[in-house]
């Protein structure tokens, strides 16, 4: 193998890869301000342009150097046009680092068959054959061959969402990395449907990528996304089309199978056919597993609400636990001797969070409604998520990456440097 620094390959302002070896990549993205973003990174999401519970001043204090906005929630509210107006994304929400934007794709499912079948984008988190919901509950969203349907959840009203209304939406947020409209299919669809949406969403990819081409649209770039469900020949024939066009970038988006274990199947049969030069993204994937998957099939960056969706549950993530999570809501420390326990959550971590307060204080924050201990969880969360990926990208430097994989997985590490 050669060294680290003689792997370097220039390529353009936008993605510098770095190193690449057994698919498992190094590299920066930088937007038109300067800023950058190291790759493999976890991109916390800002639904609507902000961390739940965080400004965006803490956010960057983290270390977080990329978000993940909301397209569809920032055009219901306030309206691209007002963001346009006073600057943009950036200036808005006042933040430094690379800001994503998804198309609006994603609400299609979130909103539409999800509420149906009752499944997330992998079905086995809730079970082979979903929950079906309420049949007296209707969708928000539904799919035509031309344009999204959505009905408001805060005013009722009806919007048509297409393709190019999608971009120039992205555009008027002013965000750096735009994805293309297209659909997520549940993972209960059937082959037929699947091939169907697939066939859609490559469509509309095209009409994304032309209207951003004939508009020559500066300081924005577009990725494009491979869909197909967990069918592979639906899959290879996404991927093709998809890196057919210039896309600055590549995402994975969609149903990924059944199975959590279905994820690196489908990443293994797409992987070898993506572009090497150009940045690849994973939609709405962030279990530390999946995280490790991910890096080790290509990927650069993936999102997800995990880390930040715990700490308002109660759960945070911690290096001495079976599967990384423990729970310090009134349920678990209920007797007398816990809600003494004044330790951090982790004597080891550094965040403002465990420097500051001792799970005592944080349980009696839960158990008596207060606000702020959303915060200092999500703080706490987003750091060990941070921290975890500088130590596998200084693992990846170093040639050390199975072995720092192996020891983190087997709890043989007992501080996140």
């Known amino acids: 193998m050669q060294s680290y620094m003689n792997n370097i390959q220039k390529n353009n302002t936008f993605f510098e890869l770095l190193h690449s070896e057994d698919r498992i990549r190094l590299g920066i993205i930088r937007n038109w301000l300067g800023q950058s973003l190291e790759t493999p990174a976890f991109i916390p999401v800002a639904t609507n342009a902000?961390?739940?519970?965080?400004?965006?001043?803490?956010?960057?204090?983290?270390?977080?150097?990329?978000?993940?906005?909301?397209?569809?929630?920032?055009?219901?509210?306030?309206?691209?046009?007002?963001?346009?107006?006073?600057?943009?994304?950036?200036?808005?929400?006042?933040?430094?680092?690379?800001?994503?934007?998804?198309?609006?794709?994603?609400?299609?499912?979130?909103?539409?068959?999800?509420?149906?079948?009752?499944?997330?984008?992998?079905?086995?988190?809730?079970?082979?054959?979903?929950?079906?919901?309420?049949?007296?509950?209707?969708?928000?969203?539904?799919?035509?061959?031309?344009?999204?349907?959505?009905k408001s959840h805060i005013d009722g009203r009806i919007i048509k969402l297409t393709p190019e209304m999608s971009i120039q939406i992205q555009q008027k947020l002013g965000s750096d990395i735009m994805m293309v409209l297209?659909?997520?299919?549940?993972?209960?669809?059937?082959?037929?449907?699947?091939?169907?949406?697939?066939?859609?969403?490559?469509?509309?990819?095209?009409?994304?990528?032309?209207?951003?081409?004939?508009?020559?649209?500066?300081?924005?770039?577009?990725?494009?996304?491979?869909?197909?469900?967990?069918?592979?020949?639906?899959?290879?024939?996404?991927?093709?089309?998809?890196?057919?066009?210039?896309?600055?970038?590549?995402?994975?988006?969609?149903?990924?199978g059944t199975s959590k274990e279905n994820i690196a199947e489908i990443l293994s049969w797409i992987v070898d056919y993506l572009p090497q030069d150009k940045p690849r993204h994973l939609l709405g994937i962030g279990s530390i597993p999946e995280i490790f998957v991910a890096i080790e099939h290509g990927m650069d960056t993936f999102d997800c609400i995990i880390p930040t969706r715990y700490a308002r549950t109660g759960t945070v993530f911690v290096l001495d636990s079976p599967n990384f999570v423990r729970d310090i809501t009134s349920k678990y420390y209920k007797n007398k001797e816990s809600k003494r326990y004044d330790l951090p959550i982790d004597e080891n971590c550094q965040c403002y969070t465990c420097r500051n307060y001792s799970v005592s204080y944080l349980n009696h924050l839960f158990y008596v409604g207060e606000i702020c201990v959303m915060t200092l969880l999500t703080i706490h969360n987003l750091h060990f998520y941070n921290t975890l990926l500088k130590n596998i990208r200084k693992s990846i430097k170093e040639n050390k990456y199975f072995e720092f994989k192996q020891l983190f997985l087997n709890r043989m590490i007992e501080k996140l440097e």
């Open 182 to 256: 297209d659909e997520c299919t549940s993972p209960l669809a059937s082959y037929e449907y699947c091939k169907n949406s697939m066939e859609r969403s490559c469509r509309w990819a095209l009409k994304c990528y032309n209207f951003f081409k004939e508009n020559n649209i500066p300081n924005q770039y577009l990725y494009g996304i491979i869909q197909g469900g967990h069918y592979y020949d639906l899959r290879m024939k996404s991927t093709e089309f998809i890196c057919s066009l210039d896309f600055d970038g590549i995402a994975v988006g969609g149903s990924l």
């Open 50 to 150: 902000s961390i739940r519970a965080l400004d965006s001043i803490s956010v960057k204090n983290l270390g977080i150097n990329g978000i993940f906005v909301n397209t569809y929630h920032m055009h219901l509210s306030p309206g691209e046009e007002v963001v346009s107006e006073l600057g943009g994304l950036h200036k808005f929400m006042n933040y430094e680092g690379v800001i994503f934007t998804d198309s609006g794709g994603f609400q299609a499912f979130s909103l539409g068959q999800a509420i149906i079948d009752g499944v997330g984008k992998i079905a086995s988190v809730f079970s082979k054959e979903g929950k079906r919901r309420n049949k007296d509950q209707q969708k928000l969203a539904e799919i035509t061959d031309d344009y999204i349907v959505f």
